[in-house]
């Protein structure tokens, strides 16, 4: 029903994700003035303070939703993701692994405490992680990415390679993929494909610094001192 509460809570997160914070916050706090116990609501209020990154308010709205069901792993998760924007590592490891202890089939809270790992520098704790979450979610390109980050960071190149090269093939746009790519055939020496991969990356995303400095040294290996 047009103006229900839920009616309210469906149009605050379709207004997120059209990048209207105000108009989002309007319609979902209107639906917590009519049912401001609600879990629904509460934790869509928290998702879209956590996509406009409002942390601290995300962070409440979450808490008053884990009083209402404590034992959610979608609160825990929701956290935990709060607490990794922030950088507060260990406060997300804590909230990702009440998350598995919940439930243990939750592959996004087993993926983010990998990345939280490596945000960490403690790579081989990462690595039982992120394959888990590959074990349950083969095909996500996402996965592949990081953990063939993970793989390269612990000198095995060629293996990272192979996955990157398997998460591209799903997401070929996107642009941190083409850096990781450009990274690592500078590595094995495969400069001219780098330069392509690391010019795409550019191409896709212009205000990532590291890729200008992998781009630089790999014009240096080609002869190009100019560029």
């Known amino acids: 029903v047009k103006d229900s509460a839920d009616y309210l809570d469906l149009e605050a997160q379709t207004l997120?994700?059209?990048h209207r914070k105000d108009d989002a916050l309007a319609a979902i706090q209107k639906a917590l003035q009519e049912n401001p116990k609600e879990y629904r609501y509460l934790m869509t209020q928290g998702r879209i303070y956590q996509s406009f990154n409002d942390q601290p308010s995300a962070i409440r709205s979450f808490l008053l939703a884990g009083q209402l069901q404590p034992h959610s792993p979608d609160t825990t998760y929701s956290?935990?993701?709060?607490?990794?924007?922030?950088?507060?590592?260990?406060?997300?490891a804590t909230h990702f692994q009440q998350t598995l202890a919940l439930d243990p089939s939750y592959h996004k809270a087993a993926?983010?405490?990998g990345v939280t790992d490596m945000a960490n520098m403690h790579?081989?704790?990462a690595k039982p992680f992120l394959e888990e979450a590959l074990k349950q979610q083969p095909h996500n390109p996402f996965y592949h990415l990081q953990y063939g980050v993970l793989l390269s960071l612990q000198g095995d190149t060629k293996?990272?390679?192979q996955e990157v090269l398997l998460a591209k093939e799903?997401?070929?746009s996107y642009a941190p993929l083409h850096y990781h790519l450009g990274r690592l055939y500078n590595q094995?020496?495969?400069?001219?494909?780098a330069r392509q991969e690391l010019e795409t990356a550019i191409r896709l995303e212009p205000g990532f610094p590291k890729t200008y400095y992998q781009l630089g040294a790999v014009y240096h290996h080609l002869g190009n001192e100019e560029k």
């Open 16 to 18: 997120s994700l059209q």
């Open 188 to 193: 094995t020496g495969d400069y001219e494909q």
């Open 159 to 161: 293996s990272g390679l």
């Open 79 to 92: 956290l935990g993701m709060s607490f990794f924007m922030m950088e507060e590592w260990d406060r997300a």
């Open 111 to 113: 993926f983010m405490m």
């Open 170 to 172: 799903q997401i070929p």
């Open 123 to 125: 790579m081989p704790e």
